[in-house]
């Protein structure tokens, strides 16, 4: 896993041309710092040489397509070059997106990169640009949580449009609060800056923040880091944010430092850039002005073909870009499945023991009541459950009360992917279980929602884990007029006269996870309607997707 560079991207809360100006302050200030004492006074639209062996490129864009601004240091060394790169950039109304890359370039295809530590270039720029990730700020030292904090916190812990992980350290008990995070907090998550969010919980909020995040706690001097996309009541979810214990922090520092690291150095590097970043065009540096426009063209045609060479160079490095980027989404979206298959196993092996366990429990009281044989007889198993998502749509029309509207190509297509048979059973549970509570509501049994039903089932009917059930979409989708369309389905004119609704209720097929299918589903049960699928199908678009 490639943790070798340092990559930091964030949105600046001040306007572009603000930001441009902070950055180039911030830039120049730290090219003065020593060791550097590189000529600040160079700077100008181009290539300049601002010390031997030293190099910064600059340039600009302003167009309908919004604007950016670059500035490239290549520092050579007798290892090779270090190279850092400053990109601010703004389309449309959206805000300044800022990036900053360090990286080392060795002389030699044979000679392993250095690592890049995080730059003190970096904790300069957040502490000017009001630097935000969603709904955090992204500071250079860790902010404090107090009682009133915990709230707001967990909204960004669950925001969709999160990209950074959040790392949130606790105090173990009877130590001196102010103590802890001076001499121990803060020197391990130092290396983190603009990589997290960075937190500590005071001793005060401890309580009320593990409340309310049952299954993601972090308690006794532990620090957890909690990955993008948070799902608070998904017991299996807590998994995926991992814990460093105080016994490691404190008995092995500088491991625990480099251990707490990993993750958010990793994420930054193989998670794909913002759309905004990834459209900047590879940067070519410019002849600085001085070289006119009859000179360029003498140059051409006097070197023809060298030209082309580096034409095709061009060409060549902006088609390696583009499989570059491809191959990132694609390690992204297979880590995310992963993730997933590992929170899947997790829960239904839990649910497995809990049925084991009854099981057990009941043969034990028919060994009591005399009746051996009937606690040990085989069960004759019941018909095989769908095979293949083709399977389940045929079937559905032999449910008188669930109604399937929507589209059979798309839910088709799920059949070609690799959790395919994994998605079909649980698909097919979720519908078995809308099944009994469409006839439970028609019987007069039912007077809840489904989400209700399946938090307090009746014996012997079917029924789904209550937390794979949505009862509403986010009002970030429900406002934008795209994203509602692709949750609007058909329906029935008795239904609706205008033939269709937007179905924001949904059951998570799989786990909290934008790779996992959905069923949306408009529950008219209680009005004797039924249950109306309008979808089956891919993870619709939102924020994360």
């Known amino acids: 896993m490639d943790t070798r560079r340092y990559r930091m991207v964030v949105t600046s809360g001040l306007d572009y041309v603000g930001t441009g100006a902070l950055v180039d302050d911030r830039l120049r200030s730290w090219l003065k710092e020593p060791p550097k004492t590189y000529d600040i006074e160079a700077f100008a639209e181009g290539r300049n040489e601002i010390a031997r062996g030293v190099t910064l490129d600059h340039d600009s864009a302003t167009g309908t397509s919004g604007a950016y601004g670059r500035w490239r240091l290549r520092e050579t060394t007798p290892d090779g070059t270090w190279q850092t790169t400053v990109l601010i950039r703004q389309t449309g109304a959206g805000p300044t997106w800022v990036q900053l890359d360090v990286e080392h370039l060795p002389d030699r295809p044979d000679v392993f990169p250095t690592p890049a530590k995080t730059p003190r270039l970096a904790g300069s720029l957040l502490d000017v640009l009001r630097a935000r990730d969603g709904l955090a700020d992204v500071t250079r030292m860790p902010q404090v949580i107090e009682v009133d904090d915990v709230h ?49 919980l005071a001793p005060e909020a401890e309580p009320y923040f593990n409340r309310a995040l049952e299954y993601h706690q972090v308690f006794a001097g532990g620090i957890r880091t909690y990955l993008p996309g948070v799902d608070p009541a998904w017991a299996a979810d807590g998994q995926r944010h991992r814990v460093l214990s105080r016994r490691t922090i404190t008995e092995t520092p500088h491991r625990a430092r480099g251990l707490l690291a990993q993750l958010p150095q990793r994420l930054a590097i193989q998670a794909p850039l913002p759309p905004e970043l990834d459209s900047v065009p590879v940067l070519r540096a410019r002849t600085k002005e001085g070289v006119g426009t009859s000179e360029l063209e003498r140059l051409r045609d006097e070197n023809h073909a060298l030209f082309e060479i580096l034409e095709e160079a061009g060409r060549e490095q902006r088609a390696r870009a583009d499989e570059i980027r491809g191959l990132k989404r694609e390690l992204h979206e297979t880590q ?128 789904i884990s209550p937390r794979k059930i949505i009862r509403d979409e986010s009002k970030s989708v429900k406002t934008k007029a795209d994203w509602r369309k692709e949750r609007t389905f058909p329906v029935p004119e008795h239904i609706d006269p205008a033939r269709k609704l937007f179905m924001g209720a949904h059951v998570r097929i799989g786990g909290g996870n934008t790779i996992a299918p959905r069923l949306h589903y408009y529950d008219g049960a209680c009005a004797t309607h039924g249950i109306f699928i309008g979808y089956i199908g891919p993870h619709l678009t939102n924020t994360l997707t």
């Not at 069960?379 to 669930?402: C, K, Q, Y």
């Not at 279980?433 to 009746?458: I, N």
Request: with cysteine; hydrophobic share 40%; charged share 25%.
């Open 152 to 200: 707001s916190v967990i909204d960004e812990l669950c925001d969709e449009k999160r990209r950074l992980p959040v790392v949130v350290a606790s105090t173990p008990h009877g130590v001196d609060f102010d103590a802890w995070l001076e001499r121990t907090v803060d020197p391990l998550v130092r290396p983190l800056a603009g990589l997290a969010i960075l937190y500590v």
């Open 336 to 463: 995310q499945g992963e993730s997933m298959l590992v929170g899947e196993y997790d829960e239904q092996y839990r649910e497995l023991h809990g049925v084991k366990a009854q099981l057990l429990a009941v043969q034990k009281r028919l060994l009591i009541l005399n009746a051996a044989e009937a606690a040990y007889t085989p069960v004759e198993p019941g018909p095989p459950g769908p095979a293949s998502f083709a399977e389940i749509l045929d079937r559905i029309a032999d449910m008188p009360r669930v109604h399937f509207t929507g589209s059979r190509k798309v839910t088709l297509e799920l059949d070609d992917q690799a959790y395919g048979s994994s998605w079909g059973r649980m698909t097919w549970d979720a519908l078995l279980a809308l099944q009994d509570y469409a006839d439970a509501a028609a019987d007069g049994e039912a007077t809840r929602d489904f989400k209700q039903w399946c938090e307090d089932v009746p014996e012997g009917k079917h029924s």
